[in-house]
């Protein structure tokens, strides 16, 4: 049988764990990213790819590539607000995400990153994570 650890060897310890435990937000972000991650790439929209997903702070970003379009120009397109506007009223549906579940209520901004096939960015939606918590 052996004899229990001192004192002075497991106060050390039962302090890393309640500081991983209060820094839970990149713990949760982390696995969330691992979680999704393992399906990806993954097909978005029509021609869209849901590429990488990537923790940047604290926002849970997944990269959306369009193979063919060009960012530039589809900014300058007169119906660009609306197609922005329509993705950002989508990112409500990441809520439903199981992945996701163990970020909702908390401070995580979920985003999505539309590029094109050379990295130019044609705009980003976000959605705070609380707000996929159920109402109290």
């Known amino acids: 049988m052996s004899s229990p650890r001192p004192a002075r060897v497991r106060f ?4 890393l764990l309640a500081l991983s435990a209060c ?18 790439p993954a097909p978005y929209f029509e021609d869209l790819v849901t590429e990488s997903v990537a ?11 369009s ?9 300058e397109h007169p ?16 809520c439903g995400e199981p992945a996701l579940a163990r970020l909702a209520g908390g401070d995580a901004v979920l985003v999505r990153r539309f590029v094109d096939r050379h990295g130019k960015v044609f705009f980003e ?12």
């Open 67 to 75: 193979p063919e379009g060009d960012a530039d120009r589809t900014r």
């Open 55 to 65: 923790v940047e702070g604290e926002r849970l970003v997944l990269l959306v590539r």
């Open 125 to 136: 939606t976000t959605l705070p994570a609380r707000d996929c918590a159920p109402p109290a």
């Open 12 to 15: 050390p310890a039962a302090c």
């Open 79 to 94: 119906r660009f607000e609306l197609l922005r506007q329509s993705e950002q009223d989508a990112m409500r549906q990441l």
């Open 23 to 40: 820094g839970g937000g990149d713990g949760e972000l982390q696995a969330a990213r691992d979680a999704l991650a393992s399906g990806l």
